[in-house]
């Protein structure tokens, strides 16, 4: 069974940085996409960055585009979210997400998420 | 860019057929998909390529997208399926993925 997990979330005050990891196994990592998802409390899903299997494309947000990198390193099986300049609003869990298709993606494999909370 | 509606809440008794829309721009002429959420839980996907259900989803679960709006139906909905859904698409115009706001599935 696929195995996302996720690490890194913490309290970080405005316009800090923190580094999301996530560790895959169970699947051959540099064959997906894999994607970044994040949920504010209490509200809906929402999508922050894709990057292909071999990290040549990469996807984001406008809402954290030129904040936020999203990166991959295939010989640890292992997808990062760097994050920087955060404001109170990138409060959220974020998820690791394997996509599924070929652009046109989908997410059956979620791992349990990481909360970053931004606050003073 | 791309947006996707949902009704906010959804109400059905037991046994009886729930249906959640998600509406967008020309989305039939997109591919879409279905999450179910569940309280402290990451999403499950119920709904892929518009009507394929993932090994292990009932029956019960369709999907359907013929015109706007696309539709997520559950039959002999049970007090197991209160949730939250989501529906999600790949924009390609902006090579953006796009998750509707979500519907609170309540189960009278």
């Known amino acids: 069974e696929v195995k996302l997990v996720e690490s890194g979330g913490a309290l970080v005050q405005p316009g800090g940085s923190l580094r999301l990891s996530c560790a895959a196994s169970?699947?051959?990592?540099?064959?997906?996409?894999m994607t970044w998802v994040r949920q504010a409390p209490g509200k809906g899903l929402e999508w922050v960055a894709n990057?292909?299997?071999?990290?040549?494309?990469?996807y984001y947000a406008d809402s954290v585009k030129g904040r936020f990198t999203i990166s991959r390193d295939n010989a640890k099986n292992s997808l990062y979210l760097q994050m920087k300049s955060l404001r109170a609003e990138d409060t959220a869990v974020y998820y690791c997400v394997r996509g599924d298709g070929d652009y046109n993606l989908f997410f059956k494999s979620w791992g349990q998420g990481t909360l970053v909370t931004v606050s003073s | 860019s791309y947006v996707l509606t949902q009704p906010p809440s959804v109400s059905v008794a037991p046994g009886k057929t729930a249906r959640i829309t998600c509406g967008g721009s020309s989305i039939g002429g997109k591919t879409v998909h279905w999450y179910q959420q569940k309280p402290g839980q990451a999403p499950v996907l119920v709904i892929y390529?518009?009507?394929e259900r993932p090994s292990g989803i009932p029956e019960r679960f369709s999907g359907s997208n013929s015109g706007n709006p696309a539709t997520l139906t559950i039959s002999r909905v049970e007090a197991g399926d209160e949730a939250d859904y989501y529906c999600?698409?790949?924009?390609?115009?902006?090579?953006?993925?796009?998750f509707g706001g979500g519907t609170k599935l309540t189960v009278l």
């Open positions: 169970k699947f051959t990592f540099n064959s997906y996409w």
């Open positions: 990057i292909k299997e071999d990290g040549s494309e990469k």
């Open positions: 999600q698409v790949w924009d390609s115009s902006s090579d953006h993925v796009i």
């Open positions: 390529y518009d009507n």
